[in-house]
C-alpha cells in the first residue's frame, strides 16, 4: 500500500544543533513531496516543497530537503536549530500516477529544542 | 504569514447548537478545502470545492454541512455535533482546482479550535 513513514515520532536537540528528519514514502514513481511544520495551537504552515528538478531544495526560516530516489526519502534538514523550531513537523506526498492522487500525510515528528 | 484566514480561533458549542466557522482566502485560489484535525495527528480532509462546487466529499457526517458563498469565501455550519467532533478544523486553498494536480500546493490557515459540550 502507498505510504509515507516518518520513523521518528519525538526528537529532542539543543538549540544550536543541527538537525535532520526523516521522511520515506512508498510509491512506484516519484511522487510530489511536501514538508509542513505546525506550531503549539497554530495551523500547517508549508516549509518546502519538491515537484522535479534540483534533488536539494530550499525552504523558509532555514530548512531545506534533500529528495534520493534510491532510498524514496525526503529528508528535512537545518544546520542550526532555534528554540522558535520546536514544534510538529509533518512531511506530505500526492502520487503523480493513479487514481488516489491525494496529499498522504506522514504520522509528524514532534521536535522539542532544548535551550 | 498565511493569507488563508478563519474565524472564529476559538469555539465553544454544545451538542444542540447550530454555529459556522468562516474561511476567507484573496489569493484567487480556485480550489477551497476543510480538514479536521485531531491532537498530535495528521489533518484529515473532510470537503473539497473546486470553483465553487463541491468536488469531494470524504464521507463526512451530515451534521457538517459545507458551502461556497463565493470564490474567495468558504463555510463550516455545524448541527448536533458530538464530543468526539471537538478537534481543530483547519481551512486552506490551491491555486488549481483539486487537490491531485501536478503543481498544487495547498496554503492553510491557522484553524478554528473547537470544543462541542
Known amino acids: 500500500a502507498q505510504s509515507v513513514t516518518q520513523p521518528d515520532i519525538h526528537i529532542t536537540v539543543s538549540e544550536g544543533a543541527s538537525l535532520e528528519l526523516r521522511c520515506n514514502y512508498s510509491?512506484?514513481?516519484?511522487?510530489?513531496l511536501f514538508w509542513y511544520v505546525q506550531s503549539p495551537g497554530q495551523g500547517l504552515q508549508l516549509l518546502l516543497k519538491y515537484f522535479s528538478g534540483d534533488t536539494l531544495v530550499q525552504g523558509i526560516k532555514g530548512f531545506e530537503a534533500e529528495f534520493k530516489r534510491s532510498q524514496s526519502s525526503f529528508n528535512l534538514r537545518k544546520p542550526s536549530v532555534h528554540w522558535s523550531d520546536a514544534a510538529e513537523y509533518f512531511c506530505a506526498v500526492v502520487p503523480n500516477a493513479g487514481n488516489n492522487r491525494k496529499l498522504i500525510w506522514g504520522l509528524g515528528t514532534s521536535l522539542a529544542v532544548n535551550p | 504569514d498565511t493569507e488563508v484566514t478563519q474565524t472564529p480561533k476559538h469555539l465553544v458549542m454544545g451538542m444542540t447548537n447550530k454555529k459556522s466557522l468562516k474561511c476567507e482566502q484573496h489569493?484567487?485560489?480556485?480550489?477551497m478545502y476543510w480538514y479536521k484535525q485531531k491532537a498530535k495527528k495528521p489533518p484529515e480532509l473532510m470537503f473539497v470545492?473546486?470553483?465553487?462546487?463541491?468536488?469531494i466529499n470524504e464521507s463526512v457526517p451530515s451534521r457538517f454541512s459545507p458551502e461556497c458563498p463565493n470564490s474567495s469565501l468558504l463555510n463550516l455550519h455545524l448541527h448536533a455535533l458530538q464530543p468526539e467532533d471537538s478537534a481543530l478544523y483547519l481551512c486552506?486553498?490551491?491555486?488549481?482546482?483539486?487537490?491531485?494536480?501536478?503543481?498544487?500546493?495547498?496554503?492553510f490557515g491557522e484553524g478554528s479550535w473547537l470544543t462541542v459540550v
Open positions: 486552506a486553498s490551491s491555486p488549481f482546482s483539486g487537490e491531485v494536480l501536478a503543481g498544487n500546493t495547498i496554503y
Open positions: 470545492y473546486s470553483y465553487e462546487k463541491l468536488s
Open positions: 489569493m484567487g485560489h480556485r480550489a
Open positions: 510509491y512506484g514513481a516519484t511522487p510530489y
